[in-house]
């Protein structure tokens, strides 16, 4: 196990009828901006409760943060936040609502270009709290210090990460997903699966707990991700889901062990040129990431294989084979393509992102840096 | 799922070297008192890494805080604490002498008799700022909010619970398991399994990342328990047992599950009138709670059988049997006696224990609140 300080301060609130918590998780006297996306909420009830909590708060809101949130649209909430003084932050939303809300909760404070936040790695040093209500389990970003904001006009979508965005509260009722898209659940699923590999799909350190811990979320995911579609899902496949994805990327199943995310850097690269979903990218890559690294993550793959699939492995190569098989096999049970063809993409795409790739320094991927620009363009080619 | 809050604010730092942590975890202002026990760690060089660490800090000391930490010794604690104005606690030591910091943290601010908090459950409205440098793996105390504390005077051990008696940071170096006895290594590991068995073996709520999570404690418990004995044990078998015993019991799988806690309150009975080691007390109930309750937890433990023990379930009753055999046999594997007998007692135990019982309102234990008195007694009597 690696020396590592884990904490995770996020106050959870989790189960049905959880939205009411509001009213005494955000302090009386805050002033409000409630952001949320492209105003599904104001059809499935979630605006509704929200709206009821807040009653004896002063709130104001903003909509119309889209998947992939871009830095354009972000401070155009910036701008409303300082011009109508909001010192509280409530994201209504998924993974990008939360996302954005992050970069507002930074750029509201932020003495300067707030751009350099994610193009220069600039020092964020105060942002407004920020509380989330979750309705879409997918990214984590609900417990998590992370974030990644997409520039428009520069096809540029860059991470970054302070404590001082880190959610205060978030509020996880499963039965927000009663109405969500069958392509934003599997897409959940998917995401939240391959957060937990890329913590897990590494080299051995011995962290027994951790491995547990992400193999019982994969086991999760792989029994409860094909039965969460559709309007007869029982309460609790959809609480599992849910909490698998919180968990699988709030810090704690990569406490002490080495991480890859190689996979998800070559996905970003793809969702800026070509507009992908996240998920589909991460579907697509994981696969062929998980080949071109065979050999490097070889214990690793056994291991995933044996206790994750129940896979025999006398014949180890055999079995990888079959791990990454069933993986895939995994994808498409959720009803998530694995290939670029799916999306009328060829093998243009390599050159393309391994352009990108260079361009933003990602010239060594992977828990052991060895994914060379050279991996990546095989595992595009591969992934046609 | 069952509904639930959860949070955890304590910042963890673990590993190799990470007493020094100290330095910058404390504020520098701060005028600390470290309370330890017996001074096992001035042997063991625990005491001088956090005298070097708190080299520029104001800082003194109270030592001989006992196994079950009394009423009477803390409140020697709290006179200091008092009368020479320290505004900070650090625990050095394992559960007892956290959870009797806990308690000195709460009473040195408690307007009135401290021992309200514990016999009449009186309100802890604030309590001095507390960390923890971890000496033995075994109650989580380091990472919640719990205490018990003892009254030699009354044969009463009480527990109470305060958000505001969480430790704000705890270091967890597994090197300081090199030097500590067998016996209290063998405490550490029953206490940690059996809390995880107390949020797990109950009924099933269809809670799958919980269950799976306690499984892989569990697990990890029974492959590293018994080799965590000796000098030439690996860095990594003391992480392994000292992690799992701080995630059986900072609140993260009980939440959203049932619970039961039986065990532990026929336990706290036998350490306050016979002086039996907590652990010691859990090893001997447990086993015979299992028989007790094996129709209403028939489903966790034909669970527990089959994803822990690895066991064919086949013929459900016999796997019970053999799964209530195993966990006895884990308990002996790591040198721990499962029977009343072994430390003397015999049946005037059951009486005695069941008089206490009432005495503290205990007439109804468990996750259904089923286990009357009258099973008890039984469990008693069958204990010997």
Redesign the interface.
């Known amino acids: 196990?690696?020396?590592?300080?884990?904490?995770?301060?996020?106050?959870?609130?989790?189960?049905?009828?959880?939205i009411s918590?509001l009213t005494s998780s955000i302090p009386q006297d805050a002033k409000v901006l409630v952001v949320y996306g492209g105003g599904s909420i104001k059809k499935n009830g979630v605006y509704e409760q929200v709206s009821n909590a807040l009653n004896a708060h002063t709130w104001g809101e903003f909509a119309g943060i889209e998947p992939n949130p871009s830095y354009q649209t972000c401070m155009q909430a910036v701008a409303m936040v300082r011009e109508q003084g909001y010192d509280y932050i409530l994201a209504v939303g998924g993974g990008s609502v939360i996302d954005g809300c992050k970069f507002i909760a930074a750029a509201a404070l932020f003495d300067g270009e707030p751009w350099d936040i994610l193009g220069k790695g600039a020092e964020v040093k105060s942002a407004l709290p920020l509380g989330v209500v979750l309705t879409l389990p997918a990214t984590g970003s609900e417990s998590n210090s992370f974030s990644v904001i997409s520039n428009k006009d520069t096809n540029d979508k860059l991470p970054f990460a302070t404590t001082l965005v880190q959610p205060q509260f978030a509020v996880l009722d499963p039965d927000v997903m009663k109405t969500l898209p069958e392509r934003q659940l599997a897409n959940g699923v998917v995401d939240a699966f391959v957060h937990t590999m890329e913590q897990y799909l590494t080299y051995p350190?011995?962290?027994?707990?951790q491995?547990?811990?992400a193999?019982?979320?994969l086991?999760?995911l792989m029994?409860?991700g094909p039965s969460v579609f559709g309007q007869d899902v029982?309460?609790?496949v959809r609480?599992?889901v849910m909490?698998?994805a919180t968990?699988a990327l709030n810090g704690?199943i990569g406490?002490?062990v080495p991480q890859d995310w190689g996979t998800h850097m070559i996905g970003h690269e793809l969702t800026a040129v070509y507009g992908l979903d996240h998920a589909q990218t991460l579907a697509i890559v994981l696969p062929r990431m998980m080949e071109e690294q065979k050999e490097p993550k070889r214990d690793k793959l056994l291991q995933y294989a044996q206790r994750v699939l129940g896979l025999d492995t006398s014949d180890p190569d055999a079995a990888i084979e079959q791990a990454i098989a069933k993986t895939e096999a995994f994808f498409h049970s959720v009803n998530m393509p694995t290939r670029l063809r799916d999306y009328g993409l060829g093998e243009e795409v390599a050159d393309k992102i391994v352009a990108q790739l260079e361009r933003h320094g990602m010239t060594a991927l992977g828990e052991h840096q060895s994914v060379t620009l050279d991996k990546s363009r095989n595992i595009l080619l591969r992934s046609v």
């Open positions: 196990m690696l020396n590592f300080s884990f904490v995770n301060p996020t106050q959870i609130h989790f189960g049905e009828g959880q918590s350190v011995n962290a027994k707990v491995d547990r811990f193999e019982g979320l086991l999760t029994e409860e029982s309460y609790e609480a599992n909490w698998s968990m704690l406490a002490g």
